[in-house]
């Protein structure tokens, strides 16, 4: 049954593969303004100076010293750690750590967030019907279900919140100080480290999948309660905990291997011309891998639930087809 879901997953995400590349397509559209507003920044900064050819050619980290000192807003994001792989290594390290994103791209986040639950709403409506839905269904199930989902994301925010601002101080602080007081081996304390990081990871992926589940269930079951989906949720992990937490074992283990890839193949700093433009096309290519897989992990767990329900053909009905089309009730001899 993992998988079947596994593979069921993948055989749903490339029947509905067009929606991978509007989803890209968006984000990269979304995106672009920002971009337009940093190099502004940057343009403004060089100006008609000589520093201008040798940030052009490559890295110059006296300019780079330079702008990161004077720059606000968006511009003050443009840093080192947006290079390659140095930026999911960034991520990670913000998420671990509980860092927060520079105050100028929290409005960014939250309207990528709001537009994300929008969408999630149609997105899980595909993967269950196992059928073309076209824009109208797509964007009527969006619209149907985003205030729902909508709930259900604030939920998630609070839960994240206290998650952040009281489990992991306690953690990293309180707890972390106690178990390394007296100690004399700097990699002792390194160790314990590496434990409470996956600790607190194994407790962040849990919520994760609960809240997945909740909002599989929602839109499956055409749920109006968050919370009854949350309580749904919670029923169905108790119930197949092993198959859920095979099936996302198995569906981790491809974006690890996404970024093992990436981690050799991101490109580094390279200078104008064909170059700077094969490093972006690549750039594209693992973010449209990544967003592949992460919808990958939505139509396998869509898949999963299905499988375990006893009415799943009815939530994954396919299209009316001759003759068993209600129309044949209409014939009369």
Do not use: C
Not at 153 to 163: D, E, K, M, Q, R
Not at 188 to 208: C, E, Q
Not at 326 to 333: F, G, K
């Amino acid at each position: 049954m993992i998988v079947a879901s596994w593979l069921g997953g993948w055989r749903r995400v490339w029947q509905a593969s067009g929606m991978a590349l509007g989803l890209h397509g968006l984000t990269f559209l979304l995106a672009l303004p920002f971009a337009l507003l940093v190099r502004d920044q940057i343009a403004g900064q060089l100006g008609s100076s000589l520093a201008a050819g040798a940030v052009a050619d490559g890295v110059n980290n006296d300019w780079w010293r330079e702008f990161t000192a004077q720059a606000t807003g968006l511009g003050a994001t443009f840093t080192p750690s947006i290079i390659g792989f140095a930026s999911t290594l960034d991520t990670v390290s913000r998420v671990l750590d509980a860092r927060y994103p520079p105050t100028a791209l929290m409005w960014l986040l939250g309207g990528y967030l709001t537009l994300w639950t929008f969408l999630s709403g149609g997105i899980l409506d595909r993967y269950a019907r196992q059928r073309p839905t076209h824009a109208h269904g797509f964007f009527s199930a969006s619209g149907r279900l985003f205030f729902r989902l909508a709930r259900l994301t604030a939920l998630g925010g609070l839960v994240y919140w206290l998650l952040f601002r009281y489990v992991h101080p306690w953690l990293f602080l309180d707890v972390w100080r106690d178990v390394t007081r007296g100690l004399g081996v700097e990699r002792t304390a390194f160790i314990w480290r590496l434990v409470f990081y996956l600790l607190f990871g194994i407790v962040l992926l849990k919520i994760n999948l609960v809240f997945d589940y909740a909002r599989i269930r929602l839109v499956v079951e055409d749920r109006r309660s968050a919370l009854g989906a949350l309580r749904a949720s919670l029923q169905f992990l108790w119930r197949h905990p092993l198959d859920i937490t095979a099936l996302y074992a198995l569906d981790g283990a491809g974006f690890v291997l996404l970024l093992a890839l990436w981690s050799v193949a991101a490109p580094g700093v390279y200078g104008a011309g064909l170059a700077m433009w094969l490093a972006f096309a690549a750039g594209q290519l693992y973010l449209l891998a990544r967003l592949a897989i992460k919808l990958h992990f939505l139509a396998s767990q869509t898949a999963l639930f299905q499988s375990h329900l006893a009415h799943a053909s009815y939530t994954a009905a396919p299209a009316p087809a001759w003759p068993e089309s209600p129309a044949a009730e209409l014939i009369t001899r």
